[in-house]
Each structure stands twice: as structure tokens, then as C-alpha cells.
């Protein structure tokens, strides 16, 4: 991967992550797309996963930590993963599916180490499905936040690369193309 095209990809996602900071609804931040874009964009698998992990933990250092954020830091591991399977297909279908895949991915996981760690609901598949239901209302503001993120991120990535062809990792250009 190009210096210039490194940069670029984590300029971006250093600036999404740190939309963290600014005051927004519940649940609508930017954390979940700037994984799924970093394993779709950065070329460098350990890139890939160290860039967001540093970016949520650095905003995590000016917001505060919280119990239990072993459970959703995995879920972006996860969230990472899914981008890896994007990077020869990022186009908006495929990136579409790939947000709510990641979206759906942290609501069960983030709300399984709830109910999990948790002493609110008990420790029963009844018990389980009300935290998922419970948590529903918030489900919406992830699913619109990831949309969101995403869409600049990836969009705002693909216009930069056709302004700037050097941007497009190598091979990717013919594909890109047909």
C-alpha cells in the first residue's frame, strides 16, 4: 500500500473515530463503520485492526471507560473481519449489506456481554431475548449511524480515489472498471 493511500485511509478514519467526541444521539457514532472501512480500505491486515482498536480506545481515554469493554472491542475485531471480506468488493450493494451485518453483529454481541455480565435479566433463553428486546430502540440509531459513517467513509473514498487514481491499491483499478 502506498504512503500517501495509508494516510489517506486512516486520516479518515482517525476524523470519523474522533466524531466520537462531539455530542450525537445515543448509539449513532461513527466507531462501527471506521472498523468495517479500515479492514475494507487498509491493505495491511495489522493495520487493518490496529488503527480502529486505537482510534475507539483513544476516544475511550477522553470519554471514559465502562465495565465489560473487552465485549466491545471483539465486536469490532468482528466488524473488521467483515470489512477484510470487502476489499475487492466495495461497491454499494456489497457495503450495504456489510453495515447491517457489522450493525447486527455489535447489537448481539454488545447486548449478549449485557446480559451476560449483567445482573438485569436472568441467566435464561427467556431471560436472553428480553435484553435483545430491551435494547431494540436502540438498534435503530446504531443501523442509521453505521449508514451514515459508512456512506462518508466509503463514498467519500471512492470519489478521492477517482480524483486521485494513485489512491487505488493496485489491481483494484481493472477490477473496479468491469
Given at each position: 500500500?502506498?504512503?500517501?493511500?495509508?494516510?489517506?485511509?486512516?486520516?479518515m478514519i482517525v476524523?470519523?473515530?474522533?466524531?466520537?467526541?462531539?455530542?450525537?444521539?445515543?448509539?449513532?457514532?461513527?466507531?462501527?463503520?471506521?472498523?468495517?472501512?479500515?479492514?475494507?480500505?487498509?491493505?495491511?491486515?495489522?493495520?487493518?485492526?490496529?488503527?480502529?482498536?486505537?482510534?475507539?480506545?483513544?476516544?475511550?481515554?477522553?470519554?471514559?471507560?465502562?465495565?465489560?469493554?473487552?465485549?466491545?472491542?471483539?465486536?469490532?475485531?468482528?466488524?473488521?473481519?467483515?470489512?477484510?471480506?470487502?476489499?475487492?468488493?466495495?461497491?454499494?450493494?456489497?457495503?450495504?449489506?456489510?453495515?447491517?451485518?457489522?450493525s447486527l453483529l455489535?447489537?448481539?454481541?454488545?447486548?449478549?456481554?449485557?446480559?451476560?455480565?449483567?445482573?438485569?435479566?436472568?441467566?435464561?433463553?427467556?431471560?436472553?431475548?428480553?435484553?435483545?428486546?430491551?435494547?431494540?430502540?436502540?438498534?435503530?440509531?446504531?443501523?442509521?449511524?453505521?449508514?451514515?459513517?459508512?456512506?462518508?467513509?466509503?463514498?467519500?473514498?471512492?470519489?478521492?480515489?477517482?480524483?486521485?487514481?494513485?489512491?487505488?491499491?493496485?489491481?483494484?483499478?481493472?477490477?473496479?472498471?468491469?
Amino acid at each position: 500500500m502506498s504512503n500517501v493511500r495509508a494516510t489517506v485511509v486512516i486520516s479518515m478514519i482517525v476524523g470519523a473515530a474522533a466524531s466520537r467526541l462531539i455530542p450525537h444521539p445515543p448509539n449513532m457514532a461513527s466507531i462501527t463503520a471506521v472498523a468495517l472501512f479500515s479492514g475494507a480500505c487498509l491493505t495491511r491486515k495489522w493495520l487493518a485492526f490496529l488503527v480502529p482498536l486505537l482510534a475507539l480506545f483513544a476516544s475511550d481515554l477522553v470519554l471514559g471507560f465502562y465495565s465489560h469493554m473487552e465485549v466491545v472491542y471483539g465486536s469490532f475485531v468482528l466488524v473488521v473481519c467483515v470489512g477484510l471480506l470487502l476489499r475487492r468488493r466495495r461497491t454499494p450493494l456489497p457495503v450495504a449489506g456489510a453495515v447491517l451485518a457489522s450493525s447486527l453483529l455489535f447489537f448481539l454481541i454488545t447486548n449478549f456481554g449485557v446480559w451476560w455480565f449483567g445482573t438485569l435479566y436472568p441467566k435464561t433463553p427467556a431471560g436472553l431475548l428480553t435484553c435483545y428486546i430491551a435494547a431494540l430502540p436502540f438498534f435503530q440509531n446504531t443501523l442509521l449511524g453505521d449508514a451514515l459513517y459508512a456512506t462518508v467513509l466509503f463514498g467519500g473514498f471512492a470519489l478521492a480515489e477517482k480524483q486521485w487514481p494513485s489512491l487505488t491499491e493496485p489491481g483494484l483499478a481493472k477490477q473496479r472498471l468491469s
